[in-house]
């Protein structure tokens, strides 16, 4: 795939080193306008006062992008898919828009000796050789103007700086009067900078290319060297023609434009849904990933305004700003002033919307959880906000990190230098602001790492805290639920009665640890954890479907592992295996409802039919319906298991015309906390596999969109099966019993799924890993996937819909 992106900035560069970290057979190629390969705008600065040159703010980019400079734009051809440059003609079968943002100006200062803009590289050299001798007059009150202001107040050849503010406030509007004089009095005390407010540009006189005369209403200044920081705005304008725009490219919550092969991220980019421009880098790299996700339909993530946290650190002060989304032009405000430090909240309806804090010591990250939480506050509260006593300043406002909490992780992991340090904290990493200051600390911490110190690495050291938190939450469990305990002595009686080794426990144990994605050392508390399951009540019901999950486990190969953990797991309720019957069932299951509330884990195969109020499906002596039944039992359950691909979203029994209404579990309780392990039917050890998680960690382990556990579900079938090898030499079966056939070669071509069937049947396989049914010769059915009765089972070749893709 041919992927080509306009824009040489930081979301250009983020999105095709991602990209390629994805997928690395993309051919990406970056068309910049500018000179020099991507850079970060956030440290301009460097470039004013000559801390650093072009190659040291530059950005990393992958080694097999290609960059080509020099390339303005001028014409997108959307039919035949070709981008036109002054110069050349490039050919995409994706385009990404990423020309960011141009900065507002009263005039174009372009030719003009003496005057500039604050965007670019180029721009940074004019200033640089142009401020030296000249009284310096800066436009512009925000965080552009500020943030050069303190610069060039500390350039030794700068003498003389006034800055010209059109309004009476700093930095932003609603900040209260207490703020803007903390703000003017540290930039003013060394008397070099001077503070216009109200005042502007009311006429220039320039002659020969250059101002020699500038009028505010309040002065005249002689040949000044004139910089506007006054803000920006999308840089759209070459595209208003191609495609749909705003004040950005209107687009998708994909970021994917009017037209389906081009996307637009960052700056120049307008998300319909919310009206929203990105101004924050974070903004801009959370777009990138929606965009890759929805190109390389890899659970496609849609783009959603986050709460920002900005930082401007200026001489004495340091300014916080954490503001929501949802921030607009009503709101109350509190401001709790003290000394030389402030916090403004601004709350609407009792809901925090955003804080400002100046000089403050209210914890950031307590802030954040607040105003994200969006739960009603009293006014007092604010007043109790979150310390970071003990904690020192904050350093890097994207990660919440604090002086301390940098010289604790550098003396506690021995971390030598920045490189080192992002193992263990994205502090210095995210908008690369505070980078300088990360490295200081750092260095300067160095004389408080022991010298005998054992390094490991962060993922050693999370490996041994996430292992703790399982051993101590299965002896919490053990210790809670005595009952019909599972101790060693009667667990080898009954692998002795069934004919089971030890080893073979052993080798059972081995293979869920690693189907499951966790380390080998977890194989001893996995062990624990299979003696834990049968302390769990679990009620399994059965409703519209064929027994056939039940049916793996009780007919899965002979001596089985499934057969003895679901022999002493304490499978209090089914209405198939259960012994119990008629009357004596059911009073079994109300007494487990109403006793155990909160304790017992809900499993539920098959569908459930919708039609004639549910009618199509009574159980039991007094007739319930199975929806009447499932809410019954799913009300008071710790969590809810819906098992195979009926119960996932009805399977077979929905299949069209679906004449019952039959739906998966989790539709008919109108619920998102239910768990699908689909399949059809599905691996036993998938359903163990989920209870041991549950056991380990008090939580289920992560899930795909579709609520299955991304462990046994995230990786396609196709990737993983033992025929991939002869798909890829175009070696296919092309009808059974073929020479093809008796080789093993690919079944795609005799209707194999594989390519858009997401689970673990290739590695976990069936009956004790022994086969599986590509293996046993016949193609996959996609049984695991949504609809899969309709679209997938046949012996045909499939052809993805469209419509159907944001579907895998």
Not at 5 to 17: L, P, R, V
Not at 71 to 77: A, E, P, S, T, V
Not at 470 to 484: G, I, L, S, Y
Not at 616 to 640: F, N, P
């Amino acid at each position: 795939m041919r992927l080509l992106i306009i824009g040489g900035g930081m979301a250009a560069a983020y999105f095709a080193n991602n990209i390629k970290k994805a997928d690395s057979s993309t051919d990406v190629t970056i068309l910049s306008e500018e000179k020099h390969s991507p850079y970060d705008r956030i440290h301009l600065c460097k470039l004013v006062d000559e801390t650093s040159n072009i190659e040291g703010i530059s950005l990393h980019l992958d080694p097999t992008v290609h960059l080509e400079l020099n390339q303005k734009i001028i014409k997108i051809d959307r039919e035949k898919k070709r981008v036109y440059s002054n110069e050349a003609m490039f050919g995409y079968d994706k385009l990404i828009i990423a020309t960011g943002s141009l900065p507002n100006a009263p005039f174009d200062v372009k030719g003009v000796k003496n005057a500039a803009v604050f965007r670019s590289a180029d721009d940074c050299k004019v200033i640089k050789d142009g401020v030296k001798e000249r009284e310096i007059v800066v436009v512009g009150g925000g965080p552009i103007a500020l943030e050069l202001l303190e610069t060039l107040d500390k350039m030794a050849d700068v003498e003389k700086i006034s800055l010209l503010i059109r309004s009476n406030f700093l930095y932003d509007k609603n900040l209260s009067s207490e703020s803007v004089n903390i703000i003017e009095q540290s930039y003013t005390k060394n008397k070099k900078i001077t503070i216009y407010f109200e005042d502007e540009i009311v006429d220039t006189v320039i002659e020969d290319a250059e101002i020699k005369l500038l009028k505010t209403k309040k002065r005249e200044i002689k040949n000044p060297f004139l910089i506007f920081g006054i803000g920006i705005r999308p840089n759209v304008e070459h595209f208003r023609e191609t495609l749909k725009c705003n004040k950005g490219i209107l687009t998708n919550t994909f970021m994917q434009s009017e037209d389906e092969n081009i996307y637009a991220i960052g700056e120049c980019a307008e998300v319909t849904k919310f009206g929203f421009i990105a101004g924050h880098v974070e903004a801009c790299t959370q777009q990138a990933k929606s965009a890759i996700s929805h190109i390389l339909q890899r659970e496609p993530q849609e783009f959603e305004p986050k709460t920002t946290v900005d930082m401007l650190k200026v001489g004495e002060f340091t300014l916080v700003d954490v503001m929501s989304p949802d921030f607009g032009k009503e709101f109350e405000k509190v401001v709790i002033s003290k000394e030389n430090s402030i916090d403004e909240y601004f709350l609407k309806e009792g809901r925090v919307l955003r804080y400002v804090g100046i000089n403050s010591n209210v914890d950031v990250c307590y802030v954040q959880n607040l105003i994200e939480g969006a739960k009603e506050i009293e006014i007092g509260e604010l007043y109790k906000a979150a310390k970071t006593e003990g904690r020192g300043k904050l350093v890097c406002s994207c990660t919440g990190a604090y002086y301390n909490d940098l010289v604790d992780i550098v003396a506690q992991n021995g971390v030598n230098s920045f490189a080192d340090l992002e193992e263990f904290s994205e502090a210095g990493r995210v908008c690369g602001r505070c980078r300088g200051e990360v490295i200081g600390i750092i260095e300067k911490s160095q004389c408080l790492i022991n010298p005998d110190i054992v390094k490991k690495s962060a993922k050693e050291k999370g490996l041994e805290e996430k292992l703790q938190v399982a051993k101590k939450r299965v002896a919490k469990f053990n210790k809670e639920h005595p009952r019909n305990a599972l101790d060693e002595e009667n667990l080898e009686a009954a692998m002795e009665n069934m004919d089971i080794t030890k080893d073979e426990v052993n080798r059972w144990v081995s293979m869920v640890t690693a189907d499951m994605q966790l380390h080998p050392k977890f194989e001893e508390v996995v062990a624990k954890g299979v003696k834990s399951l049968n302390k769990i009540p679990i009620v399994w019901l059965e409703l519209a479907d064929c027994s056939g999950n039940s049916e793996a486990f009780i007919k899965s190969a002979n001596p089985a592992l499934e057969d003895l953990i679901f022999e002493y797991i304490s499978l209090e309720y089914h209405e198939l295996l259960m012994s119990a019957s008629g009357d004596e069932s059911e009073s079994l299951l109300d007494d487990i409802i109403k006793n155990q509330k909160g304790e017992y884990i809900l499993i539920v195969e098959g569908a459930v039919p919708l039609g004639l109020d549910g009618k199509y499906l009574r159980i039991g002596s007094k007739g319930e319906t199975g929806i009447e039944l499932l809410k019954r039992c799913a009300k008071d359950a710790a969590l809810v298991i819906a098992v195979g691909s009926c119960a996932f979203d009805g399977g077979v029994v929905a299949a069209a015309p679906n004449p019952t209404g039959a739906v998966g579990v989790a539709e008919a309780l109108k619920r998102e906390d239910v768990v699908n392990i689909s399949g059809c039917p599905t691996n036993p050890v998938n359903i163990v596999g989920t209870l041991l998680y549950y056991i380990m960690f008090e939580e289920m382990p992560p899930l795909d969109k579709f609520n299955r556990p991304l462990w046994a579900y995230e990786g396609r079938v196709h990737d993983n099966c033992e025929r991939r090898g002869h798909y890829e030499l175009g070696e296919f079966v092309q009808e059974w019993g073929d020479e093809g056939a008796k080789k093993g070669w690919c079944l795609f071509k005799m209707g194999c799924k594989g390519p858009y069937a997401h689970v673990n049947c290739p590695t976990m396989k069936f009956n004790q890993g022994t086969s599986w049914p590509v293996q046993a010769g016949h193609g996959c059915m996609g049984c695991t996937e949504r609809g899969f009765f309709d679209k997938f089972a046949n012996e045909r070749v499939y052809k993805e819909e469209e419509n159907e893709k944001d579907s895998h």
